[in-house]
């Protein structure tokens, strides 16, 4: 993954991206990041970027040339496909709200312009002719797209393989498929006369998969119940009568000899 991050503030974004796995993977090859000073590319004699708004009101907004050539300067730069035009995603509280699919979506790409504003924001015609996603990370205003470039910098790293070290990680915490992670613990077995649960001590793998589901259930209920009813949504609770019958068909299935059990029994076909 090549990110190309256009911004006023450089030093910010390659600070924050110059840190642990991050950096890792950037030594590694996995990941590059390039930043463009949006500065260094006005035509304006006393490299001011920024202009009044037309039509009054308060602050100023960064002009569309040096924007425009900035990204001009970006597409000489990229590694990805000639002819096919890069996602631009423009650092927006306008946007729609960044979460793990769209963090996956984008992981999938090649090459990622990301485009931070400052002031009251940027020349809508420029946004028009270069940006391809407006995106926000929540619905409160920042003074700046470096922070918000970054936090989805972050959450899409993780996704790339290779990046984290342990490729389960990126699957099995906070919202894969839905759902906030169960409660983890590690040495010691009691602290401050809170024990581990037994259960975890127990060895039996089955038994620890069923309960660190119950408990992902139990908390994103309790912490996000928008989350959970989405999840209940896709995943509508099995009714007792048909569980009973799913178990009496494995406890009969597993009485016969190999293969019988696929074409037999009353439930033959009908779940197909
Ligand atoms: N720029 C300012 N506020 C922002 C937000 N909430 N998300 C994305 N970019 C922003």
Same mark, same amino acid.
């Given at each position: 993954?090549?990110?190309?991050?256009?911004?006023?503030?450089?030093?910010l974004?390659?600070? $924050?991206?110059?840190?642990? /796995?991050?950096?890792?993977?950037?030594?590694?090859?996995?990941?590059?990041?390039?930043?463009f000073?949006?500065?260094?590319?006005?035509?304006?004699k006393?490299?001011? +970027?920024?202009?009044?708004?037309?039509?009054?009101g308060? $602050?100023?907004?960064?002009?569309?040339?040096?924007?425009?050539?900035?990204?001009?300067?970006v597409?000489?730069?990229?590694?990805?496909?000639?002819?096919?035009?890069?996602?631009?995603?423009?650092?927006?509280?306008?946007?729609?709200?960044?979460?793990?699919?769209?963090?996956?979506?984008?992981?999938?790409?090649?090459?990622?312009?990301?485009?931070?504003?400052?002031?009251?924001?940027?020349?809508?015609? +420029?946004?028009?002719?270069?940006?391809?996603?407006?995106?926000?990370?929540?619905?409160?205003?920042?003074?700046?797209?470096?922070?918000?470039?970054?936090?989805?910098?972050?959450?899409?790293?993780?996704?790339?393989?290779?990046?984290?070290?342990?490729?389960?990680?990126?699957?099995?915490e906070?919202?894969?498929?839905?759902?906030?992670?169960?409660?983890?613990?590690?040495?010691?077995?009691e602290?401050?006369?809170?024990?581990?649960?037994?259960?975890?001590?127990?060895?039996?793998?089955?038994?620890?998969?069923?309960?660190?589901?119950?408990?992902?259930?139990?908390?994103?209920?309790?912490?996000?119940?928008?989350?959970?009813?989405?999840?209940?949504?896709?995943?509508?609770? /099995?009714?007792?009568?048909k569980?009973?019958?799913?178990?009496?068909?494995?406890?009969?299935?597993?009485?016969?000899?190999?293969?019988a059990?696929?074409?037999? $029994?009353?439930?033959?076909?009908?779940?197909?």
């Amino acid at each position: 993954m090549h990110f190309y991050v256009m911004t006023l503030f450089p030093e910010l974004i390659e600070k $924050g991206m110059h840190t642990g /796995v991050l950096y890792k993977a950037m030594e590694a090859g996995i990941l590059s990041l390039d930043t463009f000073h949006i500065r260094d590319y006005t035509i304006e004699k006393h490299k001011r +970027v920024d202009d009044y708004t037309y039509g009054g009101g308060a $602050g100023m907004l960064i002009q569309a040339q040096p924007v425009y050539d900035t990204y001009q300067a970006v597409l000489k730069r990229l590694s990805c496909a000639e002819g096919k035009k890069p996602r631009v995603v423009y650092a927006t509280p306008q946007g729609s709200v960044f979460d793990q699919a769209k963090a996956e979506e984008l992981a999938k790409e090649e090459d990622l312009i990301f485009l931070c504003g400052h002031y009251e924001g940027i020349d809508e015609r +420029v946004l028009e002719e270069i940006v391809t996603d407006n995106i926000s990370i929540g619905d409160y205003v920042l003074t700046g797209g470096e922070l918000p470039a970054l936090v989805m910098m972050d959450a899409i790293s993780r996704l790339i393989p290779g990046v984290l070290n342990n490729d389960e990680s990126a699957t099995t915490e906070s919202f894969n498929d839905g759902l906030l992670e169960y409660p983890q613990y590690t040495r010691p077995e009691e602290w401050m006369g809170k024990k581990v649960p037994e259960i975890l001590l127990s060895g039996h793998h089955g038994n620890v998969e069923k309960w660190r589901l119950e408990k992902s259930l139990e908390r994103t209920r309790e912490r996000r119940p928008d989350l959970y009813e989405k999840y209940m949504e896709l995943h509508p609770p /099995v009714p007792e009568k048909k569980k009973r019958r799913k178990k009496k068909k494995k406890t009969t299935e597993e009485n016969m000899p190999d293969g019988a059990a696929q074409v037999s $029994g009353e439930d033959a076909g009908k779940d197909a």
